[in-house]
């Protein structure tokens, strides 16, 4: 039977893995293909080789360490996934480095999610899933801890909220998401339907060029909508 998160009747998400220890990668691969709904694409030991792979292989998601040798894991996410990237992959950066600064520079750098190899196969499978569907995975405590500790770096020293191109309801829905809100929460406080806040979620993505949640948690602290 499918989980909440599978697709029923599509193609598999195919997932390029990318980890130094072979042990791990191995465990990675053998989780992923274990499912109906995930296929892997290909796997590989540093980062160099992830993104001359995500070139040629196409995946839909990343798996990626964050410490291997000859790239490391936060620039090869640069590369594939960073602003500057016409064509960005989805990565989820998964590391067993619990440490807010590697968490800021992977979605500084543009991964979509970020978990530990501690986490549970189910956690994994849902967060290759969450990623490949365009949603970002972030914890809500960890977005919160994550933006109180780095909002300094994140915005600059002046704002400028008048200029943002938004309603103001999809500015406050912008606002909830930069405190780490879920859509069931946000439609809780704001008393609408997760269906309507999935539209307006759409939207604020759509007119501020955003990729996903992540990125928009970073626009709104880097223009002063929260604090």
Same mark, same amino acid.
């Given at each position: 039977?499918?989980?909440?998160? +599978? ?31 995930? /296929? ?16 040629? *292989? *196409? ?15 936060? +620039?090869?996410?640069? *590369? ?20 807010? /600064? ?35 995975? *972030? ?30 309801? +999809?500015? /406050? ?11 069931? /929460? ?42």
């Amino acid at each position: 039977m499918n989980s909440a998160g +599978e697709r029923s009747g599509a193609a598999p998400i195919r997932v390029l893995v990318c980890d130094d220890q072979i042990l791990i990668r191995t465990g990675l691969v053998t989780i992923i293909d274990a499912q109906p709904d995930l /296929e892997v694409a290909g796997e590989c030991g540093d980062g160099q080789s992830a993104v001359d792979l995500a070139g040629r *292989l *196409l995946p839909d998601v990343v798996v990626m360490d964050v410490r291997m040798p000859v790239l490391d894991g936060i +620039e090869a996410t640069r *590369l594939l996934a960073g602003a500057a990237v016409a064509n960005p992959v989805k990565v989820l950066v998964v590391t067993t480095f619990n440490l807010d /600064e590697y968490v800021y520079e992977a979605l500084r750098a543009g991964a979509s999610g970020f978990l530990l190899k501690d986490a549970p196969p189910a956690q994994l499978l849902h967060g290759i899933r969450t990623v490949a569907t365009g949603a970002a995975l *972030l914890a809500p405590e960890v977005t919160r801890r994550l933006v109180g500790r780095y909002a300094a770096r994140i915005r600059p020293a002046a704002g400028t909220p008048d200029d943002i191109p938004l309603t103001p309801r +999809e500015l /406050e829905v912008l606002r909830l998401i930069a405190d780490g809100l879920s859509n069931s /929460e946000i439609a809780g406080a704001l008393v609408i339907s997760q269906e309507t806040v999935k539209t307006f979620v759409s939207r604020i993505l759509t007119k501020l060029n955003l990729r996903d949640r992540v990125q928009a948690v970073v626009y709104a602290y880097r223009h002063g909508l929260v604090t």
